[in-house]
């Protein structure tokens, strides 16, 4: 897929009359046995205020640095559509009121975006499905490093791998991704395995957290939320919903000058999860 990346982003920092006021750029392991490159970016107007996860509003994990960069950007442009967009009951808030399904990329045309969109989608859809009873993982797999389950749909072609991993601390971190390849979701979910498995070092004996992803990401790190956690992984669920695209449209606004906007979502009922710290979503 072309990208104008280099191009797009020419003019993104603020310096040059951009929205993107800095970026941190570290070299480390993004996998459990690969370095490369993880950059944070910054918003003119961040209003991040995590505790446990960075407050950049993109982060982007890549073997080359310029591709870590340009998927940092993006993923701040997809924060800046969210928080920004005025299409409010064509971005699907009604039904979602996240971030979940919404992607940048800056391509040649909008449609490109779609395919990341897609991945997202599918990706949130299925983890909050199979935790509700209504899918269950396709099949299992293990590396030296981590296990995972995949989640498969042939209407759309796309995947979704969960993987989890246990720390010498007896601490539990978890892992997502989606794609339209077994090897871009499998990627994609040990390079999130990797930074949440990270964090665990930062997990203290009393923690104030008030953001709900990371109260999430800390009862899950724990024994009882793994033995949770593996108790619906393995048991059978009769029932087999199938996603259905409820949103799938491109989301236009001023960032469209740095990338295209494409937000996809699935049918499902998220409001009663909203405040759930042992929802199995962060």
């Known amino acids: 897929m072309i990208s104008l990346a280099p191009f797009r982003y020419l003019n993104i920092d603020f310096k040059n009359g951009g929205v993107i006021s800095k970026v941190e750029i570290s070299r480390k392991y993004i996998t459990f046995r690969r370095l490369g490159f993880q ?36 993923e701040s442009i997809e924060r800046l559509a969210f ?15 996240h971030s979940d399904g919404f992607a940048a990329f800056p391509g040649l045309y909008p449609s490109q975006t779609r395919k990341f969109s897609l991945s997202e989608a599918f990706e949130r859809w299925s983890i909050q499905t199979w935790w509700r009873g209504y899918l269950n993982p396709s099949y299992f797999g ?14 759309f072609n796309q995947y979704c791998v969960l993987s ?17 390849t077994l090897i871009t979701a499998v990627l994609k ?9 990270d964090l665990l070092s930062k997990l203290q004996i009393k923690n104030n957290f ?14 009882k939320g793994f033995d949770e956690f593996n108790t619906r992984l393995f048991r059978v669920n009769k029932s087999q ?5 409820a949103i799938d449209t491109h989301i236009k606004g ?28 962060f």
Do not use: H, M
């Open 39 to 74: 950059v944070k970016s910054y918003l003119i107007d961040t209003v991040n205020n995590n505790i446990l996860y960075s407050n950049a509003d993109g982060t982007g994990s890549d073997f080359f640095s310029r591709n870590a960069l340009y998927k940092s950007y993006s």
């Open 83 to 97: 928080r920004n967009t005025k299409e409010v009951s064509l971005a699907g808030f009604s039904l979602n009121g």
């Open 142 to 155: 293990q590396t030296d490093d981590y296990d995972y389950a995949v989640f498969y749909t042939s209407e």
């Open 164 to 180: 989890w991993k246990k720390s010498e601390e007896g601490k539990y971190a978890y892992g997502f991704g989606g794609g339209g």
């Open 189 to 197: 979910s040990e390079i999130e395995l990797k930074r949440n498995y």
């Open 210 to 223: 008030s953001s709900i992803i990371e109260k999430r990401f800390n009862f899950f790190s724990s024994q």
């Open 241 to 245: 919903e199938k996603p259905l695209l």
């Open 254 to 281: 001023s960032w469209t000058k740095y990338a295209y906007v494409w937000r996809c979502l699935f049918y499902s009922d998220w409001k009663d999860t909203d405040e759930d710290e042992q929802f199995f979503l």
